[in-house]
Structures are given as C-alpha cells and as structure tokens.
C-alpha cells in the first residue's frame, strides 16, 4: 500500500489545529506577554480539573468493554514492561543510570498523550478502528499504568529524601563510637519496620493523589458508562 500526497495532507490537516494552538499559546506568553503567570496557572487548572477530565470521558464513554482487543493491549503490555526492564537495568548496572531518569524515560517513551495526539492522528490513518485502539490503550493507561508511574516517582522522591537525610545526619564525630554503634544497631533492627512503613507511607501518598486527580474518576466513571451502555 503506497501512502499519497492525498493521505499526506489529511495527517497534515488533523494535526494543525493541535500544533498551531499549541504555537499560539506558547508565542502569547513568551513572546507577546498577553498572559501573565498567574493567569497561566488559571488556564492549567481549568484544563486540569474540567476540560480534559470531559474530553477524557467523553471518549472513554465510547468503548465497547465486551470486545476489546485483548491481543493489541498485550502487545502495547508487553512493549511498556520490555522498556521498563531495559530502564531498570540502566538504572542500576551503568554507572551514570538513576531511578529519576528511568521513570522520565519510561514515561516520554511509553505514556504518551494517546487522546489528544492520538485519537486525530489514527483517524485519518486507519479510519473508526484506529480511534478505537487509541481508546481502548488510553483506558488501560489511565487504570493501571499511571498509577504504576505515580507509584514509582512516590519511591523516588522517599528514596531520595532518606538518602539526603542520612547524609545530613552523617558526619565526623570524635570519642562517641559506643554512641555510634547503638545507633548503627537501632537502625539495624529497625530496618525491616523502617521499610514497610516508608512503603504504607508511599501507598498513602499514592491513593490520595489518585483520589485527587480529576482524570481518574473520568476515566473510571466513563467505563462505567460504557459497561452499562454496551452491555
């Protein structure tokens, strides 16, 4: 199948709108000074909590949850963990990997804007179909693969926060080894409950950012919806 100058100009055409308002919002307050900060911060959060929680719904409203297709969704499963493994092992085998990087990387290169991008995108390349797939992808992202990447930079930030603390903590201290070793042998035993309530302490932090992410209860209502609808 030859792709045409014809199928060129409706990708073209399906994604100017997206890119010229992103162009005239970023040109309107580097440039042009027409928003001040405040201002911008306003446009975000209705955005945040109003917008894209209804363009979230009103797509995930429109699948049919009885006949995804299961095969497309392993295979998108299995691209996202074969990255996160990769990511992982260069986060702790090469000497200049992190945690941080890893998480940023999996996300540019796995979370991507499936909606917005997306959805006209696959419109004019593959018709009712690939708006279909793009849903059913954006579904499971929004369900398992935030939480799973909200999760993770939770981790990050607690690891990162105890590495600083101890190192503020540590330092040349003289004639004070008994001290030093009774604190070395507290913080041995304790180690295992250290652990577990940093991760019930992760967890919490987790639900209740969930449970104030607007996008998340479209999401899941919009299933709802189509559960019932479809059924």
Not at 55 to 68: A, I, R
Not at 209 to 230: F, R, S, T
Request: hydrophobic share 50%; aromatic share 12%; net charge positive.
């Amino acid at each position: 199948m030859e792709i045409g100058w014809g199928d060129v100009y409706k990708v073209v055409t399906a994604m100017a709108p997206l890119y010229v308002a992103l162009a005239l919002g970023y040109g309107s307050v580097k440039w042009w000074r027409m928003f001040n900060p405040d201002q911008c911060d306003a446009i975000n959060r209705f955005n945040c909590y109003f917008i894209i929680p209804f363009f979230t719904f009103h797509f995930t409203s429109g699948v049919d949850p009885y006949h995804m297709n299961y095969r497309f969704l392993a295979g998108d499963a299995i691209a996202k963990a074969i990255a996160g493994a990769a990511l992982a092992l260069w986060a702790n085998l090469w000497r200049r990997g992190n945690l941080s990087w890893a998480i940023t990387s999996f996300s540019l290169s796995s979370l991507n804007n499936t909606l917005v991008v997306g959805v006209p995108l696959l419109e004019v390349m593959y018709g009712p179909t690939g708006v279909d797939l793009v849903v059913q992808s954006s579904v499971i992202q929004s369900l398992l693969w935030f939480p799973i990447l909200l999760f993770l930079l939770e981790f990050w930030r607690a690891t990162a926060a105890a590495a600083a603390a101890d190192a503020a903590n540590t330092a040349p201290v003289i004639n004070v080894n008994d001290t030093a070793a009774a604190a070395a042998a507290t913080a041995k035993e304790g180690g295992n409950g250290a652990s577990s309530n940093n991760l019930g302490r992760t967890m919490k932090k987790v639900c209740a950012k969930l449970g104030k992410n607007p996008n998340c209860y479209a999401c899941g209502v919009g299933l709802i919806w189509a559960l019932i609808a479809k059924r």
